[in-house]
């Protein structure tokens, strides 16, 4: 049988666009589950000692912008280095993600989640906008109607707070980070080494 990974994921997060389809890959070629969790990384940060993106240095800021287009070449996954509608509001698109998780299906919730990260950083779209967000939700074979009606339903802003505190507690602070048992494997370019965890079995 094999490994689970906990892949928690923020809906706004380059890093956590560039390494979706790889994640997946990784996981159905080795015969792991995967479960996304897409917790709000606002309260992770304040708690973490991590910092949103316009409060960072300088430096790092700078160094984010060298480090995407060497990602975006390197993966031939066509982004925008700064797209119009980012950050997007992701709250009711998280909310979404959830409600399909625990209603509907893991496999369905990843793929609304990796469709609202391809219309940030590929399309300039603004899943933000519920028009926008049921478009998507149409597009991964949902019925939009339903899951919007579903996502807004409080208890999976709650379920998200919940969450986020759990991620917390066990250990993540940035995304995406992949958890496999105890071990922790934070950021996309750490994809290698878990294939070789999955690989170990």
Request: net charge neutral; glycine share 10%; charged share 20%.
């Amino acid at each position: 049988m094999g490994l689970h990974v906990d892949y928690y994921a923020s809906l706004n997060s380059p890093w956590t666009h560039l390494g979706a389809a790889r994640i997946v890959a990784m996981t159905a070629k080795h015969g792991a589950t995967l479960k996304i969790w897409p917790v709000d990384f606002g309260t992770i940060f304040a708690q973490s000692g991590g910092l949103p993106l316009p409060k960072r240095s300088p430096q790092r800021q700078a160094y984010r912008m060298m480090e995407l287009p060497r990602w975006r070449d390197f993966l031939g996954i066509p982004i925008n280095l700064q797209p119009a509608h980012f950050p997007s509001g992701e709250l009711l698109s998280s909310c979404c993600a959830i409600a399909v998780r625990e209603t509907i299906g893991g496999a369905q919730a990843i793929a609304l989640a990796h469709r609202v990260l391809k219309a940030i950083w590929e399309e300039e779209k603004n899943p933000g906008e519920p028009e926008v967000l049921a478009g998507l939700i149409t597009e991964v074979g949902l019925d939009a109607k339903a899951v919007m009606a579903l996502g807004a339903e409080p208890r999976w802003a709650e379920m998200r707070a919940a969450d986020s505190a759990a991620a917390l507690a066990r250990g993540v602070f940035g995304a995406p980070s992949y958890v496999i048992g105890e071990e922790i494997f934070w950021g996309q370019d750490r994809l290698d080494f878990v294939e070789r965890r999955l690989a170990k079995g």
